[in-house]
């Protein structure tokens, strides 16, 4: 009696499978807007098209003087250093001086990136940081916070609160201020609290800043590395900075991290050895930009327009916004499970973010972003009415 011969996987199909069990990929949460696709393509039905409030990309042209100075600086034929020029470095320091009023912050105490999102999920790992670590999110926080403690292996701690973290020691304590997605501001009290906890503990206190421009309604942000904060000392102190929002430089990927050298030095390190390296002439534009703040103070007032413009509409149209006294999006409810207002929102051709993203807390909230063009604002004002009439 013959035998059939047994099938074999062949050596690149075991290896493959090995990759397979152990992919990255596996331990980190699906990507969110993924999960829209239904949602988006209803709201392209709508005959006047989609309106978009789900993404804060930005929209306005990017500001002419860094173009200027990318362009100057096309010509990079060498490889550019990791640790960025000491122009772009002072440029970023004398900014966090000029407008925020941090003292004491020199050119060694930056370290650029390319572009923030990547500088947040890499952190964990790129400090040493793995299984039996733990990294504190907030209870309603961007994705990549998790993503990066997933991805070194990390645990996960999601809380607001350092009373209820109790004597825990863990290893990075993130904080967002002006908040993506709610928009909230912390006050100096909250920041000083934090700051002397994390310090008794040994805990790495990093604040996301990236909308520290971004303030609505005569709120001031204040930056962790202000001496009311932290009282003069950067010590166990990063703050994460982008001009993606603030200079419409979402496309060239220009970023810096700021506070204690010796960590920024750990970073550096790292990063030498792989490369990371932002491109000479988005270190050329990136300092341009830096330097300007005039662009910087017009694409507010268009951010201002567009969002009194959304809230009122909003408002009228039966939401309840909360916090969002910073950022560049609307934290809004209908009291109702938030995927039931994406999809009440796309019936009308307006695209949102659901608040479930960002954690369980966001659940019955909705993320309503104001970076898209005047005439969009207006389609979704317009539209927003058809809802409250």
């Not at 990759?19 to 709508?46: E, G, N």
């Not at 609505?216 to 993606?244: C, M, Q, R, Y």
Request: glycine fraction near 8%; aromatic fraction near 6%; include cysteine.
């Amino acid at each position: 009696m013959s035998q059939q011969p047994v099938e074999t996987a062949s050596p690149t199909g075991r290896a493959v499978s090995r990759l397979q069990a152990r992919a990255v990929a596996s331990r980190l949460p699906d990507f969110p807007w993924d999960s829209l696709a239904d949602v988006k393509a209803r709201a392209q039905q709508h005959p006047d098209g989609i309106v978009d409030l789900s993404i804060g990309t930005p929209v306005d042209d990017t500001p002419q003087v860094a173009r200027d100075a990318l362009a100057a600086a096309s010509n990079a034929p060498g490889y550019p250093q990791t640790v960025g020029t000491r122009d772009l470095r002072t440029a970023a320091a004398a900014w966090l001086a000029r407008r925020h009023g941090v003292v004491g912050l020199d050119a060694d105490h930056v370290l650029p990136a390319i572009g923030s999102k990547e500088l947040i999920a890499s952190m964990a790992l790129h400090l040493g940081l793995g299984p039996g670590d733990t990294v504190v999110i907030p209870q309603v926080a961007y994705p990549t916070y998790e993503v990066g403690a997933v991805l070194a292996g990390c645990d996960v701690v999601v809380s607001d609160s350092t009373v209820a973290l109790g004597p825990s020691a863990p290893a990075i304590m993130w904080l967002n201020s002006p908040s993506n997605p709610t928009g909230r501001v912390l006050g100096v009290d909250h920041l000083r609290k934090t700051v002397a906890w994390a310090r008794d503990r040994g805990v790495l206190l990093i604040s996301d800043e990236c909308y520290l421009e971004c303030a609505w309604d005569g709120t001031e942000p204040v930056s962790v590395l202000h001496e009311s904060v932290n009282d003069g000392s950067f010590d166990g102190i990063l703050a994460v900075h982008s001009l993606s929002k603030r200079s419409n430089l979402a496309g060239y990927r220009a970023a810096f991290v700021a506070g204690d050298p010796t960590v920024l030095r750990m970073l550096l390190a790292v990063r030498k050895n792989l490369g990371l390296i932002v491109p000479a002439p988005v270190q050329a534009a990136t300092r341009a930009a830096l330097d300007d703040d005039a662009h910087a103070d017009a694409q507010h007032a268009a951010y201002g327009r567009r969002r009194a413009l959304l809230r009122t509409a909003l408002e009228r149209a039966g939401f309840r916004i909360d916090h969002s006294e910073g950022a560049l999006y609307l934290w809004a409810t209908r009291d109702e499970p938030c995927r039931d207002t994406v999809a009440a929102l796309a019936e009308v051709g307006i695209l949102v973010a659901p608040g479930e993203f960002y954690g369980v807390a966001g659940a019955r909230h909705v993320r309503v972003a104001f970076t898209a063009t005047d005439e969009r604002i207006d389609a979704a004002v317009e539209r927003l009415a058809a809802i409250s009439g």
